[in-house]
């Protein structure tokens, strides 16, 4: 019989209730004995007494199995309407796919990078333990606590699987932009137009690249805090002089012109108003020859530092006091190392002259460059070491989802027959996307924590806080991490790392990056055709299982699956779209492109997160 409530808020028994209704119409009785009408039932009463009574009937090892009891839709929703609650009783029906699948999909969220959380009040934690009249009320903080904190972490993983479809192509685009920028940088290493300072901004912007430079606060220079702070970082390296200088001697197809091979020595060299040279010595770079030195190596490395007024010439300062100049072959990568003496000789004669300037590199410059160098090497190394291991992140929560896995289909083999189970397992299966996008994300080289940046920079002058909305005079919302910085949204990070790689095109413009870093449409298709697989996967597994599940058909539980791939789909296009043609978008097509946004976004929560809900209270059970 049905149960004290409404069947509207699930009251109603399907397995007893409806089905003895039913039974009972498709009876009669005739001359004292039990004849079936027909109605709703296939079989001679004979039959439906020597085998298993429908109603409650459970598997057997009779493979003909108990008789069906079919009734017509309008039948149902006259006399059977509403649906069943899910039984506290039954693991099958609830705890399998909330305990085994829902929750360590929360494990995963918890890795995916994001930018604001629910905020909890700090009144909440504001109790003196050590007066007795507070300590009753410890409980009621610490119940309103968790359930703020369980609110987020749920609303965080609703809208996870919602948007998983942009959130994986964004994470495989960010990784398409790292591998092109490193690709970039170990290409020009020996190339002296990309110089120290500008593969140093590159390499930051991988590491960095996902701070939002789209939003937030921004400096009186009209820049974010996060580009400001790299320039500041980078500001020290040997910067493109040497590009500006070497370009003299250089033809406009690349190759480099003859270097004279008799110099005259400079008397001094400003600056700012560039080298200039006299006449007045007729000694060459032929006069101070010296061992080359040994060469510097690794990605921020080069053959040796350049000086930017003299490495035209190929002369190469020795690295002892006493040391002279040598001249080399290689015009276009032999730097200008200089010896004590012609140093002292034009910081004499500018100071004669009264020429302000004085020479570029120094003995002491040199040195003072070289540890720039190294601590430049140094940062970005603890900036990647800052990062936490794949296997910590995404490796041990897999296992644990592996094992739930594993229970349901042990659980299976032992009750053969129960749908709950088999459907609970296609559940599991779709919610598989979720530590898809959890093994994207910890495939990026860029962190999730901004404090990595701001503890090496030391800055504390933006605004901490973020406003959402506000309910009631109280700010819902809060920063994930106490930082100046906004981390970009996971759906947004591969945008906001080819923003950085485009402003450093625009600001320093290294030589063939721009072309490096351009999406085409090929590029566009192996990115999209990746995230497509990855939420078609999970679907299609749980599309087809609840499909193959009798009775078998199309219904509810497969529609559900099938509405939220075609949503996603839909998503993950329209992501692609924007991305290449975002910036020339007028004003209708913008339009356009967000109300199809909306319309999938809809699509997908509708389903996600309803069709996750109705499975687990029975809704679909009816």
Known sequence: ?????????????????????????????????????????????????????PCGARYSDNQTGSPVVTVPYRWCQENCPGWELSRSSSVSQWVQPLVGF????????????????????????????????????????????????????????AISFTFSGPMLLSGLYEAHMDKRLLSYVEDKLDDPRVTFDKRARILYAILI?????????????????????????????????????????????????????????????????????????????NDYQTPDPEPRSGILGSPALRSPHLSAFGCRRSSSRDGEVQHTGDKETAPILLPDRLVTDAK????????????????????????????????????LACQYSFGSVVGAPVVFYVGSFIYALIEVGNSLGDNDTSHALAFGMWWMTIPHIAIISGCLLAGNNPNMLEGIVGHLDSERSISCFHLVGYNVCAPVFESGYRPAWM??????????????????????????????????????????????????????????????????????????????????LLWVWEGAKGASFGNRTRWLWRILVGLGSLGAVFTAIGGTMMQIMGVYRN
């Not at 007893?16 to 079989?43: K, M, P, Y």
């Not at 500018?350 to 003072?368: F, P, Q």
């Not at 072309?515 to 995230?531: G, L, Q, T």
């Open 1 to 53: 019989m049905p149960s004290g409530r409404s069947p509207y808020i699930g009251g109603q028994n399907f397995d007893q209730h409806c089905c003895w209704l039913a039974v009972n119409e498709s009876l009669r009785s005739f001359n004292d004995t039990i004849v079936a009408a027909g109605n709703f039932l296939t079989v001679s009463a004979n039959v439906l007494w020597d085998s298993q009574f």
């Open 102 to 157: 829902i929750l360590p999909a929360v494990v995963f969220c918890l890795t995916i990078p994001r930018q604001q959380k629910l905020r909890v009040p700090d009144r909440l934690f504001d109790v003196d333990l050590n007066r007795f009249c507070q300590l009753p009320v410890t409980p009621l903080l610490a119940l309103g606590t968790g359930i703020l904190v369980s609110l987020d972490i749920l609303g965080w993983v």
């Open 209 to 285: 690249g996902n701070l939002s430079l789209s939003e937030g606060p921004v400096g009186e220079d009209g820049e974010h805090p996060a580009w400001t702070h790299m320039r500041e970082l980078s500001q020290d390296l040997p910067s493109n002089q040497v590009q500006q200088h070497q370009s003299a001697f250089v033809e406009h197809d690349g190759e480099p012109r003859n270097v004279p091979q008799s110099i005259p020595r400079p008397t001094a060299i400003n600056p700012e108003d560039g080298p200039e040279l006299s006449d007045t010595s007729s000694q060459t770079c």
């Open 348 to 383: 004499a004669t500018a100071e004669a002259n009264g020429i302000n300037g004085a020479l570029k590199y120094s003995t002491t410059d040199t040195a003072r460059t070289q540890a720039v160098i190294d601590r430049t090497k140094i940062r970005l190394r603890a900036m």
């Open 491 to 572: 759906w947004s990070r591969g945008g906001s790392k080819r923003a950085w790689a485009e402003k450093i095109c625009d600001e320093y413009n290294p030589r063939g990056l721009r072309e490096e870093i351009r999406m085409k449409i090929r590029d566009w298709f192996k990115v999209a055709s990746v995230a497509l697989f990855l939420v078609a996967v999970p679907s299609t597994l749980a599309m087809v299982t609840s499909y193959q599940t009798p009775e078998i058909g199309l219904s509810c539980r497969s529609l559900t699956v099938l509405v939220y791939q075609s949503s996603e789909t839909l998503l993950i």
